[in-house]
């Protein structure tokens, strides 16, 4: 199993940018897809972007395409989000995953095994 620890969280006003991190340990992040979710109260978990383990190829959901950005650095092994133009209606609990089954292009929450504890992203209006 990998462990994961997101940070980068906070607050910030709409149109700001925030760059969360996920980190690894137990396991290199070579071999998973690795992904970001995020949950606001009384809302569904969601998927927000991930990394192809196979091709290395970034993904998104279609609200987040051309304001979030998701790399790898195997250097330090994490992965991180950068999250610009950032919207009131992105404030949520922000979780890191990784999978290492499955569709080459997992996209839902029940298709990652590993989880972070997640980390507050904040956007007031």
């Known amino acids: 199993q990998v462990q994961l620890v997101e940070s980068g969280g906070g607050l910030v006003q709409a149109g700001g940018s925030l760059r969360l991190s996920c980190a690894a340990s137990g396991r290199t992040f070579s071999g998973y897809t690795v992904g970001w979710f995020r949950q606001a109260p009384g809302k569904e978990r969601e998927f927000v972007s991930a990394i192809s383990r196979s091709s290395g190829s970034p993904y998104y959901a279609a609200s987040e395409q051309g304001r979030f950005t998701i790399s790898r650095d195997n250097a330090k092994n994490t992965v991180d989000l950068q999250m610009n133009s950032l919207k009131p209606e992105d404030t949520a609990v922000y979780y890191c995953?990784?999978?290492?089954?499955?569709?080459?292009?997992?996209?839902?929450?029940?298709?990652?095994?590993?989880w972070g504890q997640g980390t507050q992203v904040t956007v007031s209006s």
């Open positions: 995953a990784a999978s290492g089954t499955g569709a080459l292009r997992p996209s839902r929450a029940t298709d990652f095994g590993s």
